[in-house]
């Protein structure tokens, strides 16, 4: 329904690419996911074979073991898990969350430790930055972390956190002596390091949320990430990359959740018509494909302007706040057209109904996103 090949900013080496993670994800997710959501996380196994897939990690350079890839094939990946609805799989935040902070800040050593495992899927990556008290506002954690003897002292909390339970290495702000903010490579073997539960959520199920909790947990020196107190400007660097990644997966959610409403109408069949043919249908449909159809121009024109350096974190704003708020009209007017089959669980729209929702708060809060562009006025 969607035609990838048009789309100008990708080559024909995306294309090819994006036939790979599409056979992949057909084969290796899709059969699985309805027992990864029973089970609150996906298997072991399928990271493995996402890495034999070359799909975790594809922008990490060559000279870390990588292959070196743009950014535009990370993209592919998040959107084609979007599509299907495969909420469980946390590749994106592993791959482009986890590795370009290590990739951009890490040093030779903390790259040579842990890039090459987590491209083999030897190592998941999690992001531990929201605690029960601070969200948004970053500048509001108080896990501390205090140098003690030839290394640092950690503590603190922190919550919704995705990858959580299978985490081998996790990039965790706290506070630091001089009250701000530093990041840490936290390795998930060292004495200290506790998880909670896997969080119960309206939906995204398959995907693992965790509590995380750091008791007196003794780092070594090199687990700093970067320079002390800089962990603030680290994070705000990744924003618009962060960001742009939400709102392709927005968009390809979106796409995905219109694809599966279109079929289920054009097979059912209501007052002795296919319910298609009233023209209450043909106009909902006509509205989500008409903002599907800007979405996805919008985003392109974002992801253009991200590979050639030109896209600041103001705009990205704006495109992870109109896209997920597109994503919940999409989804709410896709499952009313299912009419009450749309509220069973057993109908993909139920489960994209509940997924989307978290995405007018995670990465940013669409109130947030507001009081951002705001300031621009």
């Given amino acids: 329904m969607f035609d990838d090949s048009r789309r100008p900013v990708f080559n024909e080496d995306h294309n090819m690419f994006r036939d790979?993670?599409?056979?992949?994800?057909?084969r290796e997710v899709e059969p699985y996911h309805e027992q990864w959501e029973r089970d609150g996380m996906v298997s072991r196994e399928v990271w493995d074979k996402a890495a034999e897939a070359g799909i975790l990690c594809p922008t990490v350079a060559e000279e870390d073991g990588g292959l070196g890839l743009d950014t535009l094939f990370s993209v592919v990946i998040i959107e084609e898990l979007g599509r299907i609805g495969a909420s469980g799989p946390g590749f994106w935040i592993h791959s482009e969350?986890?590795?370009?902070?290590i990739q951009n800040f890490g040093s030779k050593e903390q790259r040579t430790?842990?890039?090459?495992k987590m491209i083999s899927g030897e190592a998941i990556g999690a992001v531990a930055m929201t605690e029960p008290g601070a969200g948004s506002d970053l500048k509001g954690i108080r896990s501390s972390a205090r140098r003690e003897g030839n290394g640092w002292l950690l503590n603190g909390q922190k919550v919704f956190i995705s990858n959580g339970q299978m985490a081998d290495v996790v990039v965790t702000a706290a506070k630091t002596e001089d009250g701000r903010i530093s990041l840490f490579l936290v390795d998930a073997k060292i004495d200290g390091f506790r998880r909670g539960k896997n969080l119960d959520k309206l939906g995204a199920h398959a995907q693992d949320t965790s509590e995380l909790f750091f008791d007196n947990m003794h780092l070594p020196a090199d687990a700093l990430l970067g320079e002390e107190g800089k962990g603030f400007s680290y994070l705000m660097r990744g924003l618009a990359r962060?960001?742009?990644s939400i709102a392709a997966s927005c968009v390809a959610k979106a796409e995905g959740a219109f694809a599966?409403?279109?079929d289920y109408v054009k097979d059912r069949r209501l007052f002795n018509q296919g319910l298609l043919e009233f023209q209450n249908?043909?106009?909902?449909?006509a509205d989500v494909k008409t903002e599907l159809t800007v979405g996805r121009a919008y985003v392109d024109d974002l992801l253009r302007r991200y590979i050639e350096g030109d896209l600041d974190g103001d705009t990205a704003a704006m495109a992870k706040l109109w896209t997920t708020e597109m994503?919940?009209?999409t989804v709410d007017a896709c499952l009313q057209l299912h009419g009450g089959w749309g509220y069973m669980n057993e109908y993909a729209i139920c489960k994209a109904y509940a997924d989307a929702r978290v995405e007018r708060i995670a990465g940013g809060a669409s109130e947030v996103m507001r009081e951002i562009i705001g300031r621009t006025i």
Wanted: net charge positive.
């Fill in 20 to 26: 790979q993670v599409r056979t992949f994800l057909s």
């Fill in 97 to 101: 969350m986890v590795a370009p902070y």
């Fill in 113 to 116: 430790q842990w890039l090459p």
């Fill in 242 to 244: 962060e960001r742009m």
């Fill in 260 to 262: 599966k409403t279109v």
């Fill in 281 to 285: 249908t043909r106009f909902a449909l």
């Fill in 327 to 329: 994503l919940g009209r």
